[in-house]
């Protein structure tokens, strides 16, 4: 059964860093894009970054020049970098990915569980 699992969440003061890692987990084929979103309370879920196999980042603009996404393909994770965080970045962070169990099979589309990223100001 595939999973996907955050890791790196917790409790920073504004202008700290933190890096959260996505490791993806069970027999797969391949893994296609790999994303981050967020939820603040009361908000919807949106994106943060996505990159795909080939390496090409997307970033929301809240967070351009502060985040980094990034994956190591041979660990089966991906990766957030966040610099400079400020309190409007408190929100659990998910991790999504789009993965090929068999060669054959259309990719699908999995959610970790999220982690909690709460910045003080």
């Known amino acids: 059964q595939v999973q996907l699992v955050e890791s790196g969440g917790g409790l920073v003061q504004a202008g700290g860093s933190l890096r959260l890692s996505c490791a993806v987990s069970?027999?797969?084929?391949?893994?296609?894009?790999m994303g981050w979103y967020r939820q603040a309370p009361g908000k919807q879920r949106e994106l943060v970054a996505t990159i795909r196999s080939g390496g090409s980042p997307n970033y929301a603009d809240s967070v351009k020049g502060r985040f980094t996404i990034s994956r190591d393909n041979a660990k089966n994770t991906g990766y957030l970098q966040m610099n400079s965080l400020k309190a409007e970045d408190t929100a659990v962070y998910y991790c999504n990915a789009d993965i090929r169990v068999t060669p054959v099979r259309l990719p699908r589309n999995y959610w970790g569980q999220g982690t909690q990223v709460t910045v003080s100001s």
């Open positions: 069970g027999s797969i084929f391949s893994i296609n894009a």
